[in-house]
């Protein structure tokens, strides 16, 4: 089984090749206690304003370290967790952990203005997704404005009842933003009926934009459709100085990448950030 060690000291989980079948139920079966065992926790990346380079936000990233797996990528997890249902108390566990950590910076003297957080579909479909989130900021008492959540395009069109969730959501005072923007396949018109205020331009648009013009066509066109339905649009995996001024010529003055970030612990997120 391979295991390479990471810059970070951490083990990378590699799939063995005892058959897809077995390693599917060994990671569900882990994955079941994670929570109870203290593997998994949170990384937080910054979001910025382009020309100013000021932090506006965080997006807070899942973790899962396995002592005996090492560190799982979320894309190997996360699918898993969903099919299981164990997405529910995860996606529980990941809200109240994002928003303590909130008033955690706060009491050590760091102000972020925002945290994001990523939903999945499995988490809407439970229901009771609301009242949880209401729960959670009045147990933590992070103001809902400073809490975002981020659900992809699939999640609306696939969610029977997602309109009423949203509407709801909002009511209490809570953003939505809609993750990987342009790369599901969606209606325009739900951008009208809901209350969104960001849109998240996808990292596979920007990864090319000054080289692919179809990728610069998108990216404007994301930009052009924000402005003029009054959203904030950010990008996501902004790797260079290029694409960060390529975005900022074109309108766009808030980005998320590795060009500005990793996705960091909180303690290097505050001594970063700490002024
Ligand atoms: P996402 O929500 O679109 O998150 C952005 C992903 O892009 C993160 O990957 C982040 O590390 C990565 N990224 C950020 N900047 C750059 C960059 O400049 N270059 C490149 N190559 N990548 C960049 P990560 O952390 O592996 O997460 C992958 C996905 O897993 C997330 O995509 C999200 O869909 C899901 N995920 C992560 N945490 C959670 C969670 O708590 N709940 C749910 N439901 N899903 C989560
Ligand atoms: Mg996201
Ligand atoms: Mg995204
Ligand atoms: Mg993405």
Not at 61 to 73: D, I
Not at 204 to 223: C, L, P, Q, R, Y
Not at 249 to 256: D, I
Request: with cysteine; hydrophobic share 40%; proline share 4%.
């Amino acid at each position: 089984q391979a295991k390479a060690r990471g810059r970070n000291g951490y083990r990378f989980y590699a799939p063995s090749m005892t058959g897809e079948g077995v390693e599917r139920l060994r990671l569900e079966t882990f994955l079941r206690r994670s929570i109870e065992k203290e593997e998994v926790f949170l990384n937080y990346q910054p979001q910025v304003e382009i020309d100013t380079g000021k932090l506006i936000g965080v997006e807070a990233l899942l973790r899962w370290n396995h002592p005996e797996l090492g560190l799982v990528p979320p894309f190997r997890f996360i699918p898993l967790a969903e099919d299981t249902g164990f997405i529910n108390q995860l996606g529980k566990w990941v809200l109240y952990e994002a928003c303590r950590q909130m008033v955690r910076w706060q009491e050590a003297g760091l102000h972020v203005p925002k945290i994001a957080v990523n939903l999945s579909v499995k988490q809407f479909e439970r229901g009771s997704i609301v009242s949880m989130v209401a729960d959670i900021l009045r147990e933590t008492g992070l103001e809902p404005q400073r809490l975002q959540l981020e659900v992809t395009e699939s999640v609306i069109m696939n969610t029977g009842d997602a309109m009423a969730f949203i509407n709801d959501l909002h009511k209490i005072g809570v953003g939505l933003a809609i993750d990987d923007f342009g790369t599901g396949y969606s209606s325009l018109a739900y951008l009208k009926q809901l209350p969104v205020q960001t849109l998240k331009i996808d990292r596979s648009f920007i990864k090319d934009i000054s080289t692919d013009v179809n990728d610069e066509a998108i990216a404007i066109a994301i930009i052009q459709l924000g402005k003029s339905m009054n959203l904030s649009v950010i990008a996501e995996g902004v790797e260079t100085d290029e694409q960060a001024a390529f975005l900022l010529r074109h309108g766009c003055n808030q980005a998320q990448g590795y060009y500005y970030s990793r996705p960091v612990s909180p303690e290097d997120l505050l001594q970063r950030w700490k002024s």
